[in-house]
T-cell receptor, first 114, second 111 residues
Framework: GAVVSQHPSRVICKSGTSVKIECRSL??????MFWYRQFPKQSLMLMAT?????????EQGVEKDKFLINHASLTLSTLTVTSAHPEDSSFYIC??????????FGQGTRLTVV | DAKTTQPPSMDCAEGRAANLPCNHS???????VYWYRQIHSQGPQYIIH???NNETNEMASLIITEDRKSSTLILPHATLRDTAVYYC????????????FGKGTHLIIQP
């Protein structure tokens, strides 16, 4: 299957700082990228959808000013968690789709805010 | 996305076939059945998808009932590395929306 690379795999940051997570499609052009969040023992929850060159569409209850998404190219999307707090600690996962294929997922990023 | 129902957990002996059921009684005519799995602390992995015919690939087989209201994912020779949470999702083939994950089935392969 197609390869989606997510970086970093783990990050620990201090409360109040911002963290950027990168998601890259390595062998295809991703017209759409999705960001999910997964809390312990729970399922993945869709946070936002981004199309290359457009503003992201956020799911209800997800603060767009806190979770900044940029999808500036067909191979890269970034999620920035601004002013992170301990309750933002979670497993963040991206997926990418070329529109004519099923979505493929990155390895996930474990964010711990201390 | 249509709602799916899966058993919360299943056990299977290593080397045996693992059969994971999924009910999707409200599936629409244009919706496909997709299966993903998530190994602990990793991103989900695509397994297989189908519309109405049975499908097979190098990972698994997918059996869809004639009325399309349920399906079964078959891992023919389960290994310990197949221990994961398996998600059954129904959606249009090239949907522009993200996936809606249910609770899935936690498959545990026993040595």
């Amino acid at each position: 299957g197609a390869v989606v690379s997510q970086h970093p795999s783990r990050v620990i940051c201090k409360s109040g700082t911002s963290v950027k997570i990168e998601c890259r499609s390595l062998d295809f052009q991703a017209t759409t990228m999705f960001w999910y969040r997964q809390f312990p023992k729970q399922s993945l929850m869709l946070m936002a959808t981004s199309n290359e060159g457009s503003k992201a569409t956020y799911e209800q209850g997800v603060e767009k000013d806190k979770f900044l998404i940029n999808h500036a190219s067909l191979t890269l999307s970034t999620l920035t968690v601004t002013s992170a707090h301990p309750e933002d600690s979670s497993f963040y996962i991206c997926s990418a789709s070329a529109g004519y294929t099923e979505a493929f997922f990155g390895q996930g990023t474990r964010l711990t805010v201390v | 996305d249509a709602k799916t129902t899966q058993p919360p957990s299943m056990d299977c002996a290593e080397g045996r076939a693992a059969n994971l059921p999924c009910n999707h009684s409200t599936i629409s005519g244009n919706e496909y059945v997709y299966w993903y799995r998530q190994i602990h602390s990793q991103g989900p992995q695509y397994i297989i998808h189908g519309l109405k015919n049975n499908e097979t690939n190098e990972m698994a087989s997918l059996i869809i009932t004639e009325d399309r209201k349920s399906s079964t994912l078959i891992l023919p020779h389960a290994t310990l590395r197949d221990t994961a949470v398996y998600y059954c999702i129904v959606r249009p083939r090239y949907g522009a929306d993200g996936l809606t994950f249910g609770k899935g089935t936690h498959l545990i392969i026993q040595p």
